[in-house]
């Protein structure tokens, strides 16, 4: 098996970056493997659920960086990695794993991907997807009463104590990282583009 190629997507919360992802993955499924860091946040089990609710989860310290750097790094040696379920409705990792199989193409996609050093060196393209603030909060706050049983009040409150400074302080000095930075995660002609050159890297390990 040859080695996998890594490609990392990066951006605010609310970007659209997971979309993009998901779209890549979706029309590569048995060639891409889809690794996504919000499933990487520090377990918690020794406070109560109101204190896990107030932690900040958008800095660099909420993530556990080893481990994403390690399940990466068996990923290109063809090992099948378990890795955690994140369960953001009790703030913490749940007793589930989703085995991910070692695949020609590995997506990543983050907020703060992009920032720890070792993560980064393991990506073969890194993509940020930039996208405006007012966009990214209406989308966030829809998915989270949608999917993570927020209210509104704590996800306007979240976002401006924590998201949005922890955006300006982390997340957005990353995009100098960037190989590619996107004007929004949907995109059309950018998805196309990057489609293509997905295309392209499957076609040429076939001929190896």
């Known amino acids: 098996m040859m080695k996998?190629?890594?490609?990392?997507?990066?951006?605010?919360?609310?970007?659209?970056?997971?979309?993009?992802?998901?779209?890549?993955?979706?029309?590569?499924?048995?060639?891409?493997s889809l690794v996504s860091c919000d499933n990487y946040y520090l377990p918690h089990d020794?406070?109560?659920?109101?204190?896990?609710?107030?932690?900040?989860?958008?800095?660099?310290?909420?993530?556990?960086?080893?481990?994403?750097?390690?399940?990466?790094?068996?990923?290109?040696?063809?090992?099948?990695?378990?890795?955690?379920?994140?369960?953001?409705?009790?703030h913490t990792r749940s007793n589930a794993v989703t085995p991910i199989e070692p695949r020609p193409i590995i997506l990543i996609d983050g907020i703060l991907i992009f920032h720890d050093p070792a993560l980064r060196s393991c990506m073969d393209l890194k993509i940020y997807v930039e996208t405006d603030a007012d966009e990214r909060i209406l989308r966030r706050a829809r998915r989270d009463m949608r999917e993570r049983g927020r209210d509104l009040d704590s996800v306007i409150h979240q976002y401006l104590s924590t998201v949005k400074p922890m955006h300006n302080a982390y997340v957005e000095p990353t995009k100098v990282f960037a190989d590619v930075i996107l004007n929004g995660g949907k995109n059309e002609q950018a998805f196309i583009l990057v489609k293509t050159q997905i295309d392209q890297l499957l076609r040429e390990q076939e001929e190896l």
């Open 4 to 32: 996998p190629y890594i490609i990392g997507i990066a951006g605010g919360s609310g970007s659209g970056k997971s979309t993009f992802a998901q779209r890549l993955k979706n029309a590569f499924p048995d060639q891409v």
């Open 46 to 90: 020794e406070l109560s659920l109101e204190e896990r609710a107030n932690l900040n989860y958008d800095a660099p310290y909420a993530l556990e960086f080893d481990l994403m750097v390690r399940h990466l790094e068996e990923l290109k040696r063809g090992q099948t990695v378990q890795c955690p379920v994140y369960d953001f409705t009790r």
